[in-house]
Structure formats: structure tokens, C-alpha cells
Antibody, heavy 122, light 112 residues
Framework: DVQLVESGGGLVQPGESLRLSCAASEFTFDDYGMSWVRQVPGKGLEWVSGINWNGGSTGYADSVKGRFTISRDNAKNSLYLQMNSLRVDDTALYYC???????????????WGQGTTVIVSS | DIVMTQSPDSLAVSLGERATINCKSSQSVLYASKNQNFLAWYQQKPGQPPKLLIYWASTRESGVPERFSGSGSGTDFTLTITNLQAEDVAVYYCQQHHTTPFTFGPGTKVDI
């Protein structure tokens, strides 16, 4: 089955860094744009970042711009989110999601992982 | 940023009846050169990730029951669930992917 599996979440203190990973399987990873979406438990969805098929185009939410960096390794079928200068309000469940077959990240998200939890607390 | 609003915040519908959810964007999400609205609808059940229902405002994702339909263009969109089933209890979100940052609506909770 087509699958996305996130990892790398955990408990960190404000100001620290964390790197999330997303392993893709059973589809041609470099055919697709990818995104990260987060959700505070009991709250709505927030698009965090997106990347096109070859990493040449990226986008970020205003709330994370300059602190988070999205990247991908197509040889490893993996997506990453480097999160620096973490803040308490970055606490959320982070989902990896597949975008369009066109390779752009400007697309609806048709496959989602189960998410990895990030908690930022002192 | 494009602001997405949804109405109502929640609604209760009897089994077999119709649910209508509205979504409005602060700017047009119509991609003129492609004549496509970059608007998607998702369903999220408790403890699960979102599931794509509708893309390009009105195209049903593969495997999604025909009772789910999307309509609208520009800034005003609607998700309609006809013949509501018990398994349709969920929160429904619209999302624009026309202009970064891509933004979601606040969600509409559908109950029986």
C-alpha cells in the first residue's frame, strides 16, 4: 500500500531544534510534491511547508518562515523538516502529506501519514 | 495570506438527510490559465489523519462515495453530503492551494 511514515518527534525545550522525517513507500516519490501539515490536538489544520519534486521550489507558513527548512532525498524516498528555534506554540502533531502527481506542491493532499508529535515545553 | 472561512461551525443532520457546508476564501482561488479552482475538501475523523474528498473544488477523489459533492468557483464553495450516513460523522475542512501559504478553513463538525 502507498504509505507515509513520520518519525523524529519528541519533547524539546524552547529554542531547541528537531528534525522530522517522513519515509515514503509504494509510489514513485520523485513524481510528487510533498507537504508538512500540523495540528494542535483538538484544533484545526495548519499547512506548514511544501516542496516540489526535486527540491527546487519550497514554501512556508509565515509562522515558521526562517526557522523551519523543508528538504527531501529522492534516493531515500524521504522528506524532512528541520525545525530550529522551536517555540511553545510549535507544539502539535505533524503530518507528512503527498501532493500532486505534477510534481508541484501546489496541490491537494491525497495521502497522509499518521503523524509524529512535537512537544515544546520547558 | 488568503483567509478561509467556513459555515456553519457545526451542524447536526438526521440519517439520510443532506448536509451543506460552505467555504469562502478572501481572494479568488481560480487558477485562470488552467481554469481550475485550487480548492480541496478533507474529512477528518477522531484519531485519524485527514482524508481527501474533493479536489479542484468539484472532482471527487477515487473511492469517495458519490453522496459527497463539491461545487463553487472563485471565492465561494460548497461541500454537500446527501443521504448522510453514520460514518460521515467527522470534521470537514476546506483548503486553498492557490497561493502560499496554503490555508485551511477552521473546520465544520458534522454530527447525527
Amino acid at each position: 500500500d502507498v504509505q507515509l511514515v513520520e518519525s523524529g518527534g519528541g519533547l524539546v525545550q524552547p529554542g531547541e531544534s528537531l528534525r522530522l522525517s517522513c519515509a515514503a513507500s509504494e509510489f514513485t516519490f520523485d513524481d510528487y510534491g510533498m507537504s508538512w501539515v500540523r495540528q494542535v490536538p483538538g484544533k484545526g489544520l495548519e499547512w506548514v511547508s511544501g516542496i516540489n519534486w526535486n527540491g527546487g521550489s519550497t514554501g512556508y507558513a509565515d509562522s515558521v518562515k526562517g526557522r523551519f527548512t523543508i528538504s527531501r532525498d529522492n534516493a531515500k524516498n524521504s522528506l524532512y523538516l528541520q525545525m530550529n528555534s522551536l517555540r511553545v506554540d510549535d507544539t502539535a502533531l505533524y503530518y507528512c502529506a503527498r501532493g500532486g502527481h505534477s510534481g508541484s506542491y501546489s496541490s491537494a493532499l491525497d495521502i497522509w501519514g499518521q503523524g509524529t508529535t512535537v512537544i515544546v515545553s520547558s | 495570506d488568503i483567509v478561509m472561512t467556513q459555515s456553519p461551525d457545526s451542524l447536526a443532520v438526521s440519517l439520510g438527510e443532506r448536509a451543506t457546508i460552505n467555504c469562502k476564501s478572501s481572494q479568488s482561488v481560480l487558477y485562470a490559465s488552467k481554469n481550475q479552482n485550487f480548492l480541496a475538501w478533507y474529512q477528518q475523523k477522531p484519531g485519524q489523519p485527514p482524508k481527501l474528498l474533493i479536489y479542484w473544488a468539484s472532482t471527487r477523489e477515487s473511492g469517495v462515495p458519490e453522496r459527497f459533492s463539491g461545487s463553487g468557483s472563485g471565492t465561494d464553495f460548497t461541500l454537500t453530503i446527501t443521504n448522510l450516513q453514520a460514518e460521515d460523522v467527522a470534521v470537514y475542512y476546506c483548503q486553498q492551494h492557490h497561493t502560499t501559504p496554503f490555508t485551511f478553513g477552521p473546520g465544520t463538525k458534522v454530527d447525527i
